[in-house]
């Protein structure tokens, strides 16, 4: 039996459940201008996932990068969220 694609499926899965909250705290604590952390860490992870020769581990930092990439979008889309008051405002943050 190959389980290599349930890995990367269950992993692709737990890696998008995780960016959804990490976008909401984000914005909560740095607003959007924090994206460029997410989007050098999405270059980062697909390079690295370019240079894996592992079948299981390059395809998930491959997935890893681009949900980083994702975030960015993610990012200001929550911060119209935000201002529409679906999601609560830092108060102790500036706007």
Not at 6 to 34: D, N, Q
Not at 48 to 69: E, R, W, Y
Not at 80 to 95: A, L, S, T
Request: aromatic share 16%; charged share 15%; glycine share 8%.
């Amino acid at each position: 039996m190959n389980f290599i694609g349930l890995i990367i499926a269950v992993a692709t899965f737990l890696t998008i459940g995780l960016f959804h909250p990490i976008v909401i705290k984000s914005e909560y604590y740095f607003g959007t201008r924090c994206w460029w952390v997410f989007c050098l860490a999405g270059i980062a992870f697909i390079v690295a996932s370019l240079f894996t020769a592992n079948d299981i581990l390059s395809p998930i930092l491959g997935v890893i990068g681009c949900s980083c990439l994702w975030s960015i979008l993610e990012l200001f889309e929550q911060k119209k969220r935000v201002e529409r008051g679906w999601f609560p405002k830092n108060p102790k943050r500036k706007y």
